[in-house]
């Protein structure tokens, strides 16, 4: 089991992540208000501290999660590295669909972390939303066998 440590969202593509303490999650809209919430395959995104942890070592530099640009950061969890996983957050539903590969925009913020997040589907998964509803940080996460 792990805990939703965090979530994000932006309203528009290159806006500054705003973070919030709770979020409405539905099939939608993806997180409330977030610029990438329209139905599809990364409708929402996750990041596990464990891999955002292990890229910053690897540049040897500490940033905030945030400059990942995910939505949901999750600790002491180990992302599902294949598509067709569920993640359950509270109420919520999630299915994964892809590996989140990092763009050039990671270089622009921190030199070398789109290196960093290449292995191992460090830059997170993308996800589709099944069941929406509220999550909060501290909601306990998990993966529907």
């Known amino acids: 089991m792990g805990r939703l440590a965090g979530i994000a969202r932006r309203e528009k593509k290159r806006a500054p992540m ?9 099939a939608k809209t993806g997180v409330a ?20 942890q292990a890229a ?6 500490e940033a905030p999660w ?17 598509a067709g996983r569920i993640v359950a957050i509270g109420d919520v539903r999630l299915r994964t669909t892809i590996e989140i590969n990092p763009c050039s925009r990671m270089d622009e ?6 290196d960093a997040l290449q292995p191992d589907w ?10 929406g509803g509220t999550v909060t940080v501290g909601d306990t996460v998990t993966v529907i066998e």
């Open 18 to 26: 705003e973070t919030l303490e709770s979020a409405q999650i539905s």
């Open 33 to 52: 208000n977030d610029s990438r919430g329209k139905p599809g395959d990364r409708q929402v995104t996750l990041l596990s501290a464990r891999d955002w």
């Open 56 to 61: 910053c070592a690897d540049i040897g530099q």
């Open 66 to 82: 945030t400059t990942r640009r995910a939505n949901l950061f999750i600790e002491d969890f180990d992302l599902p590295k294949e």
């Open 109 to 114: 913020q921190v030199p070398g972390l789109t």
């Open 122 to 131: 460090r830059g997170g998964a993308g996800c589709e939303v099944l069941q």
